[in-house]
């Protein structure tokens, strides 16, 4: 259970550092992974691609990561690393981002199902990672290798809200199992692995790891003593029939947590275990407000709590509405405790208390049975802890708060633009670039809406006429700011949402436009600062500054070459040499760096005025023709 803030934690309540668990420890590195969420802040899927490549500083939890660790982070990890997120679900914030965020399109995946409650709705939910890691020097550890998976019920934005989490591995070796661990095997994670590979809509991103399934199969994991993991599932995928837990009849106590809950499922948790079990419901009280007289005679014998400042909306049909943008505080833990004398039932994960949860959408969650020894005792302990910072629920005087009609319509409204762009794209003609979207035009609006639309790292924003198929980008867009991520905003009456999606270009972008984002956001100071990381495997790369940081485009290149500490940082061909030679070195990074300036750019080059600026980019293209002679040599790799 976490709590990522300043205040003090109660006796039992362990930090579970999300980014700190994705960080490969020293002497591994991340061979690949999927992180699936239900909603994501860009500035957070760059920090876990900061941490999956041990690129954030591990001694310090506070770094940022930096721009040459970024970069490395990006060119390392693309293809090997997906994010799984629902369509419409993501936000770069309110003010406008790095340049670099646009890279993150080769990274995320949009689930394109339709979450409007009027089409029996159903959306992407569940909130996991699987990362598979492998030796940094793999010529002499090729067969091993390490798995991580860690699920829980917060999305990868800037929440700092109370959740409970799972956290797994599977070491190459017994020595590197925790004390007071027992290897276990888990089935359900390979299973939640084949039904990825089994979604359409992620057809093709995960061929790669079906190579990986039988040895994922055989892995025994590390569960720590009085943990039992009986059960882990994903589903149900819009599929009906979800089987919600099971509560057993002899129950003595209960214990409910979710900040959305309908009265349907609030019902079977009143009605669950012995007459005379101990029913406890944690949620929030916009939530709770929502129940009618009708629904509270119904909840009789249920305990309702609630934590103090929630700020959470919620949506028509009873699920989580993001507040994209906003940093949450509150709850967002979901599970269901069942007791029965000594016997602890603990279902935790994505799942709210709600039908929709437990009926279409895709989830993933646990079942662990708890003893009162060791690690299990300590989390009935923190589940005690957390229920003392509750306080009564008091019903309301009158009729109970009614759902917010106008923000159910933007929601709907919301949902059915995600919708139409689905089919839409981006592309270029004679200089000008053009955002098409068809389906605008075959759907009913309602009066006054507003929807404005603009390119990632664009600061100001057009209006998406909803009358007509194509729009204008005025002035164009370069190739390195290019992205298949674009901002949309919309308005009805007062108020309003935002969101990013995913809208790709036709002709589909290339390399080209990598490249050249890489320029734009590295220049040659930083590429240099990055190559000679990787020729003296230094693991964590410290130069350009923090890497978020806004920088002015004329002088961006000066800071840069200002930060770097001495012209001792700049690598030599003896250097390249000697790590082509040694045959324990990736070629691949290399030969990226360089690529980047092989060929003259596409887009005027900034800092050009610099002296600095004029004699990195030569040495670069020096080590550039260096480099193919160099490479042609044979390599001795040293054991």
């Known amino acids: 259970m976490s709590q990522e803030n300043d205040d003090k934690e109660p006796e039992h309540m362990a930090q579970l550092a999300w980014l700190d668990r994705l960080r490969p420890p020293p002497g591994w590195r991340t061979d690949r992974a999927v992180l699936s969420t239900y909603s994501a802040h860009l500035s957070v899927v760059a920090a876990s691609l900061l941490a999956l490549e041990g690129q954030d500083a591990d001694d310090d939890a506070s770094a940022p990561g930096t721009r040459v660790g970024l970069g490395r982070a990006l060119s390392r990890l ?16 309110a003010s406008k981002p790095s340049p670099i965020v646009a890279l993150l399109d080769r990274f995320l995946i949009e689930c394109p199902w339709d979450e409007s409650a009027g089409s029996g709705g159903h959306s992407w939910h569940a909130k996991f990672a699987l990362v598979r890691q492998v030796r940094e020097d793999a010529t002499h550890h090729q067969d091993e290798s390490r798995w991580v998976f860690l699920m829980g019920s917060r999305n990868l934005t800037k929440d700092v809200s109370w959740d409970l989490g799972l956290h797994l591995c599977a070491d190459a070796t017994d020595q590197e199992m925790p004390a007071a661990h027992e290897r276990k095997p888990v089935a359900g994670i390979a299973v939640l692995l084949e039904r990825l590979v089994a979604q359409p809509f992620l057809k093709g991103a995960f061929t790669a790891w079906e190579a990986h399934q039988p040895e994922l199969k055989s892995r025994r994991w590390s569960i720590p003593t009085g943990l039992d993991v009986k059960k882990l599932a994903m589903g149900p995928f819009g599929e009906p029939g979800a089987a919600f837990p099971r509560i057993p009849k002899d129950a003595r ?43 509270w005679k119904k909840l009789e014998g249920l305990s309702c709590r609630v934590l103090p400042e929630t700020r959470y909306g919620n949506e028509p049909d009873g699920e989580e509405e993001e507040l994209i943008g906003l940093d949450q505080v509150g709850l967002h833990a979901k599970f269901l405790l069942a007791s029965q004398g000594r016997e602890h039932a603990l279902w935790l994960g994505s799942p709210n208390l709600t039908q929709r949860a437990w009926g279409r959408n895709a989830e993933c969650y646990a079942q662990v049975d708890l003893e009162r020894r060791q690690s299990g005792k300590e989390v ?34 919301r949902t059915k633009v995600v919708q139409a762009l689905g ?41 998406l006429v909803l009358t007509r198929r194509r729009f204008e980008w005025p002035g164009g867009q370069a190739l390195h700011i290019r992205s298949n991520l674009l901002r949309f905003t919309l308005t009805l009456g007062d108020k309003s949402t935002s969101w990013v999606q995913c809208v790709k270009w036709n002709p589909p ?95 005027a080059p900034v800092g050009k005025d610099d002296n600095t600026n004029k004699e990195d980019v030569a040495h670069l293209q020096a080590l550039s023709r260096a480099w193919e002679v160099i490479k042609k040599a044979p390599q001795v790799t040293v054991r």
């Open 253 to 295: 106590r209960v214990i409910a947590v979710a900040p959305f809950i309908d009265a349907v499922t609030a019902a079977k948790i009143a009605k669950s275990g012995t007459d005379k079990c101990e029913r406890i419901l944690v949620s929030t009280t916009a939530q709770l407000a929502n129940f009618s007289e009708k629904d």
């Open 78 to 93: 693309r293809g090997r690393v997906h994010v799984i997120v629902q369509a419409g679900r993501v936000t770069a914030g």
């Open 509 to 603: 972008l290339g390399a080209d436009r990598d490249v050249e984002a890489f320029r734009n956001y590295m220049g040659p100071t930083q590429s240099l600062t990055w190559l000679a990381d990787v020729l003296q495997s230094k693991r964590v790369s410290e130069g350009g500054g923090p890497w978020a940081d806004e920088q002015d485009e004329k002088t961006s290149d000066k800071r840069r070459a200002r930060s770097r500490s001495s012209k001792t940082d700049i690598p030599t061909i003896e250097q390249m040499l000697r790590y082509w030679l040694s045959g324990n070195g990736s070629a691949e990074e290399i030969e990226h760096i360089l690529a980047v300036w092989q060929r003259p750019r596409q887009v």
């Open 423 to 463: 089919d839409a794209c981006q592309l270029e003609e004679k200089d000008r670039t053009f955002l098409e979207a068809s389906a605008l035009v075959d759907m009913t609006w309602p009066e006054g809406l507003l929807v404005s639309w603009a390119p990632l790292s664009a600061k100001d924003m057009q209006p």
């Open 380 to 413: 009935l302990v923190g589940i005690d802890a957390f229920l003392s910072m509750t306080s009564p629920y008091e019903l309301p005087a009158g009729d109970a708060v009614l759902e917010d009609a106008e923000l159910s319509s933007i929601e709907d409204c």
